[in-house]
């Protein structure tokens, strides 16, 4: 069984390998973890393996192998909704109905659920949940399993993407980014997370900040709150996700300003210019209100009110 590309995650690959050796197939997997932490290349390894007509599986070169690997795999299919935030309960429905029929050209037939599918859908799942037919495999992939209802989550073999040891995801993007400095390289593998699918999204990008971002740093740093709320103010429009994603990258940014306090090299110019204009003091304060301002967002509480406070709570 080889799982190679797929990087880390060694224990998780040992597992898995080990059952499906001895042809242990669970109906349904609930696979979890943050963006870019690997969840479908888990699963599409996975149903390789599984589909694999080659001895050691997954070979890469049968021709189940090669028909899923470019995407034309009958019996691998993509339950998705691009449309949506969650996959709409008709697309469930019309899946529903697929379900019962039997595979095209294999044992098997698989499914992947990529996006989220809402408690509507949810529901709509369990009657599938409660008796599978004997071919079917499901994957669900979420980034967070809190969002999956108990009697879905019960009926599933749930599989937790890992966070990269810093060494492995460090030469890793080393070898794909020859052109990168070393710095820019660590910084990545940091701001990551430890998760390839972001170090690989903020060095291919150049390490690019959003401009919401410099305007942030720059009014905490000169202390102006003029900037502040020109920065703050468009951003109520923004969509949660949006908003929660750059107030998680401020907070980032902010410990690693406090960081520098402790010593601790600090990777990105932009909190090594927070970390000098501010006390330790200051900086705590403001990684706490960014913190209730990620709460607020998580709570349901609106985008407009979130950049409300925040720029009242910052000033
Ligand atoms: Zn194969």
């Not at 001895?22 to 393996?49: D, E, V």
């Not at 749930?158 to 460090?170: G, I, S």
Request: hydrophobic residues 40%.
């Amino acid at each position: 069984m080889r799982f190679d590309t797929l990087l880390g995650n060694d224990r998780l690959k040992q597992n898995l390998a080990q059952s499906l050796t001895k042809n242990h197939i669970s109906h349904f997997y609930l696979i979890s973890g943050p963006r870019g932490s690997g969840k479908k290349t888990l699963a599409k390894l996975m149903a390789q393996a599984i589909l694999c007509q080659g001895h050691s599986k997954p070979c890469g070169r049968c021709d189940a192998c090669r028909k899923l690997l470019s995407g034309n795999h009958p019996d691998y299919i993509t339950v998705e909704d691009p449309e949506h935030k969650n996959v709409a309960v008709k697309i469930v429905r019309q899946f529903r109905e697929d379900v019962f029929i039997r595979p095209n050209e294999s044992d098997y037939k698989i499914y992947l659920f990529p996006q989220d599918l809402g408690v509507e859908g949810q529901n709509a799942l369990l009657k599938i949940l409660e008796e599978p037919p004997k071919y079917g495999v499901f994957f669900l992939l979420t980034d967070n399993p809190e969002k999956i209802l108990p009697t879905v989550r019960s009926r599933c073999t749930e599989l937790k993407m890992q966070a990269l040891p810093e060494e492995t995801l460090q030469s890793f993007l080393a070898a794909r980014f020859p052109d990168a400095s070393p710095e820019a390289v660590a910084a990545a593998a940091v701001r990551s997370g430890g998760f390839l699918g972001q170090a690989l999204e903020l060095l291919e990008s150049g390490g690019a900040v959003p401009p919401q971002t410099e305007d942030l740093i720059r009014a905490l740093t000169e202390k102006d709150p003029l900037l502040l709320t020109q920065t703050l103010t468009p951003m109520e429009k923004w969509k949660r996700d949006a908003l929660s994603e750059i107030l998680q990258s401020w907070l980032a940014l902010t410990e690693e300003a406090l960081s520098l306090r402790s010593g601790v090299q600090a990777l990105s110019p932009l909190s090594r210019t927070l970390g000098q204009s501010r006390t330790a003091a200051e900086l705590y304060d403001i990684s706490r209100s960014l913190k209730k301002a990620l709460e607020y967002t998580g709570a349901n509480v609106s985008p407009a009110a979130v950049c409300g406070w925040l720029t009242w709570a910052l000033r």
